[in-house]
């Protein structure tokens, strides 16, 4: 697949790929069975994986007394957040999949994918962006 190697490149200038790089790579990472369509559940993942790699780990304190409860506490809040997320990329799942799916088969296939670069691009910014200032900010 030639695309892939395409979609690896990145800025010299910054060294991060740009969001059309990114979504390329959604598309190869959540394609799991290689076949160039994308079902329902693997498009999924890998929003979820996209959305959820803002949490950070579960680091425990210094204060072993305290160390328990912090955990909890981080778990706990790691979870909800993680539970909003999950749902805020089904919706968008589904929506993608109303926007994209022409043919109404519920699989993306890369055709389809590529033909709508900039509107996956926008509304997975304002997703991506709400994450980061309602539920993990």
């Not at 979504?23 to 369509?37: E, K, M, P, Y």
């Not at 559940?41 to 072993?64: A, C, M, W, Y």
């Not at 919706?91 to 994918?113: H, P, Q």
Request: hydrophobic share 35%; proline share 3%.
């Amino acid at each position: 697949m030639e695309w892939v190697s395409y979609a690896l490149e990145t800025n010299k200038q910054t060294g991060s790929q740009s969001f059309v790089n990114q979504i390329h790579l959604l598309f190869a990472t959540s394609d799991v069975n290689g076949d160039a369509i994308l079902t329902l559940p693997e498009l999924q993942r890998g929003l979820i994986s996209i959305f959820t790699d803002h949490l950070e780990p579960v680091n425990t304190p210094s204060k072993p007394e305290s160390a328990w409860e912090e955990v909890k506490s981080v778990e706990t809040r790691h979870q909800a957040q993680f539970s909003t997320i999950s749902s805020l990329a089904t919706d968008l799942v589904k929506e993608i999949m109303g926007e994209l799916d022409a043919n109404d088969t519920r699989r993306i296939e890369w055709y389809e994918f590529r033909q709508h670069l900039e509107y996956l691009d926008r509304r997975v910014m304002e997703i991506k962006t709400y994450i980061q200032t309602h539920v993990l900010g």
